[in-house]
């Protein structure tokens, strides 16, 4: 394979390919995540008919907890084989997991065709999905951080504004089907163009990250290791870390949750809104992620972390409430969209630094391990229990504006784990230890 040339640098050796590389390949894995979640409703009426006491309970668990459930399982072995054999190598196996999880979807029939192995079918796939995605975001935010350690910020942003770009992606085509076709051309096949869509990119992504080249972190612990008997893992230590890790995430999480999944279904049920304005809402978080993450990821490495992380967490607490409040209040389109995009704004703050910080918690012979973990054990945590949490929130208080509480309280988590990293010395680059 011939390689470009760029500046007299071989084009697959510069960082910024690596960059392009994994950042497109992580959109299209979490694409493939994403878009199931927007077309929910639909496959719960094609694959899970709520008439059938067992598909009902199949649905209970497809539509939201088994990806979940799943997910830490995935961050352990796909983890341990990032750190023992190569990002690379665990960042191509996570996306061939996940495209086989997308045809499982795409191609079984319906509940009507083959009865109950068609929500068996369905779980089984939903299973593997989440498995894969315990299993992409501490390899992916890996392999990015340790693209260049001087600019671990700005290289390790790119795993969220990749995230940005796939939720874009995913509501822009679910956006397509739901305006082009009928409510009952949807149901009977146009549910799955966007799975399809995605099987044939999917192979672009698989190509990408097959000619990314490892990591010179990884690369150097690896000779490292061939010279002398490497130290002991120090389980106090990692788990310590671990569970700084599930801190960091919890505050974001939720917010995400609220922002991307919730208020949706909150302007479609309550508001009166049209899907397709859900959709354009979604579109708008991803593209405001996209575009300033990065640049937020670039200013920790130039003013430092913490504080911008701690400013993003006072904002958001500060704004989440009266934003909710202004929402319930106007109840419009134009409401919906002020309030997604400020949020997505403020989060951006924090993302930007947040995978270095991530990275820089653990040392590279277990980094992609311990971010794994600690990423989806605080996502089945903070946002598996998420619709449970909601929904008791809002029966208790009366007020549909309850979410913001929940969010809150991940909020605090977050911050005193901020404030315990701050206290931490943290193996940074040297053009990095004073910018705390």
Known sequence: MSEIKLGGQDMKRSPFYNILMASVGNAL???DFIIYGFLSVVIARVFFPTGNELTSLLLALASFGVPFL??????FFIGRYADKHGRKPALTLTVGLMLLGTLIIALTPSFESIGVMAPVLVVSARLLQGFSAGGEFGSATTFLAEQNPARRGFYGSWQFASQGLASMFAA???WAIFSRYTPAEVDAWAWRLP???GLLIGPVGLLMRRSMLETTEFQAEQKKAAREKPAPVQGRQMLRNVLLCMGLIAGGTVSSYVLILYLPTFAIKQL??????AFLSAMLTGLISLLVTPLMGELSDRIGRIRMMQISLILVAGAIIPLFLLLLEHKDLQSLLFFQGLMAL???LYNGPLAAVLA???PVRERSLGISLGYNLSVTLFGGFAPMVLT???SATGSKAAPSIYALFAIAISFVALAVVAKTELPRAASQRAAV
């Open 29 to 31: 894995e979490w694409y």
């Open 70 to 75: 799943v997910r830490p399982f995935g961050a």
């Open 172 to 174: 822009g085509v679910a």
């Open 195 to 197: 799975f399809v869509f």
């Open 272 to 277: 009166g809104l049209p899907q397709t304005s």
């Open 346 to 348: 403020l989060l951006s």
């Open 360 to 362: 820089e918690l653990f």
């Open 392 to 394: 008791a929130l809002i």
